[in-house]
T-cell receptor, first 112, second 112 residues
Framework: DTGVSQDPRHKITKRGQNVTFRCDPISEHNRLYWYRQTLGQGPEFLTYFQNEAQLEKSRLLSDRFSAERPKGSFSTLEIQRTEQGDSAMYLC??????????FGSGTRLTVV | QKEVEQDPGPLSVPEGAIVSLNCTYSNSAFQYFMWYRQYSRKGPELLMYTYSSGNKEDGRFTAQVDKSSKYISLFIRDSQPSDSATYLCAMSATGGGNKLTFGTGTQLKVEL
């Protein structure tokens, strides 16, 4: 297993466009998390899944954001009608029921 | 006020120095404490994981937790240029799906 994989690594989009990111977790991990990190800040929690169920969403996750994890495997994070304030690194992580996360390398979103 | 406070640095030390990195927190529910290392344009990588108060050592790294003072530390002995990175503290409470709350990160540079 090669760890948590995120695609694409970098996305540049025009304001108002929709974007979708993909995360492939470590195969035996049942929990999957999305975080957002802006320059000079630590990652901030967005949402997490246990298997296919989305169990918690942060207030940071506005109505323009939606995440799915069909069949409890890979996950997608979609941002509709992107705004310049959405520019950030979007990090995916996975874990088992324990406490140790493995993060992916992230998708860097630039909204112009 | 943020739940987790961390001095952003930057911190510059000579090779071989002992480095001390610290975080304070305000949420008494935090029970699990972690230190992550993040290289530029990469995802965070777990360095140390501790539960409740006490010390934990792993090679050149020592993590300390003082729950009475709501203060955690990471010490790096015999620092190397390859230790140059951003160090993030993170914490979670029992329950809550292992959601992590991060500090802002301290940027460390170890110079030859």
């Amino acid at each position: 297993d090669t760890g948590v994989s995120q695609d694409p690594r970098h996305k540049i989009t025009k304001r108002g466009q929709n974007v979708t990111f993909r995360c492939d977790p470590i195969s035996e991990h049942n929990r999957l998390y999305w975080y957002r990190q802006t320059l000079g800040q630590g990652p901030e929690f967005l949402t997490y899944f246990q298997n296919e169920a989305q169990l918690e969403k942060s207030r940071l996750l506005s109505d323009r954001f939606s995440a799915e994890r069909p069949k409890g495997s890979f996950s997608t994070l979609e941002i509709q009608r992107t705004e310049q304030g959405d520019s950030a690194m979007y990090l995916c992580a996975s874990s088992t029921q324990g406490r140790s996360y493995t993060f992916g390398s992230g998708t860097r979103l630039t909204v112009v | 006020q943020k739940e987790v406070e961390q001095d952003p640095g930057p911190l510059s030390v000579p090779e071989g120095a002992i480095v001390s990195l610290n975080c304070t927190y305000s949420n008494s529910a935090f029970q699990y404490f972690m230190w992550y290392r993040q290289y530029s344009r990469k995802g965070p990588e777990l360095l140390m994981y501790t539960y409740s108060s006490g010390n934990k050592e792993d090679g050149r790294f020592t993590a300390q937790v003082d729950k009475s003072s709501k203060y955690i530390s990471l010490f790096i002995r015999d620092s190397q240029p390859s230790d140059s990175a951003t160090y993030l503290c993170a914490m979670s409470a029992t329950g809550g799906g292992n959601k992590l709350t991060f500090g802002t990160g301290t940027q460390l540079k170890v110079e030859l």
